[in-house]
T-cell receptor, first 111, second 113 residues
């Protein structure tokens, strides 16, 4: 089955700096790659996603890049703010509509 | 807005008890999912359902069963709870055959003593 690895497990940045979280996947048939943000006491919420036929997608301060050849995708957050502090998960969906999640990255943005 | 609700936020059960976790979504989504979330392991799929009365095993179905009698409701059942089932349980739903965005409920933190 699919295996998604996520790094780093924790990330601490100063407010205003950029944050990058990286994920790799193993199944070349995976076709959809969402990123979720989970705040304390809440369920994960989709923040951005990318399909396998696109290399990059941007939404304000958040961007995702996908390298299909290398089977890795990354989340980029620019001009980080304290409210960006949360746990972030990457995921990959395979041909059978099953989602596989990374182990999560705890982002701490210091004011 | 899509809303996914879970019957309990916190639950404490004893070893051997039968446990029901309920999930309801209000957006007529075809797909529903149950995950468990453990530190360092991310979210792992237990079961999912793409239609009423249909179910598919995820990666860790052992010790669990599910029921989907109505489109909006997806139940997770622990037939005989064990301490290694202490975890956060998350329900999600998505639209369509290849539904993209999953909408998650707030989670149920289950402790089995």
């Amino acid at each position: 089955g699919e295996n998604v690895e996520q790094h780093p497990s924790t990330l601490s940045v100063q407010e205003g700096d950029s944050a990058v979280i990286k994920c790799t996947y193993s199944d070349s048939a995976s076709n959809y790659f969402p990123w979720y943000k989970q705040e304390l006491g809440k369920g994960p919420q989709l923040i951005i996603d990318i399909r396998s036929n696109v290399g990059e997608k941007k939404d304000q301060r958040i961007a995702v890049t996908l390298n299909k050849t290398a089977k890795h995708f990354s989340l980029h957050i620019t001009e980080t703010q304290p409210e960006d502090s949360a746990v972030y998960f990457c995921a990959a969906r395979n041909n059978f509509n099953k989602f596989y999640f990374g182990s999560g990255t705890k982002l701490n943005v210091k004011p | 807005d899509v809303k996914v609700t879970q019957s309990s936020r916190y639950l404490v059960k004893r070893t051997g008890e039968k446990v029901f976790l309920e999930c309801v979504q209000d957006m007529d989504h075809e797909n529903m999912f149950w995950y468990r979330q453990d530190p360092g392991l991310g979210l792992r799929l237990i079961y999912f359902s793409y239609d009423v009365k249909m179910k598919e095993k995820g990666d860790i179905p052992e010790g669990y069963s599910v029921s989907r009698e109505k489109k909006e409701r997806f139940s997770l059942i622990l037939e005989s709870a064990s301490t290694n089932q202490t975890s956060m349980y998350l329900c999600a739903s998505s639209l369509g055959q290849a539904g993209d965005e999953q909408y998650f409920g707030p989670g149920t933190r289950l402790t089995v003593t």
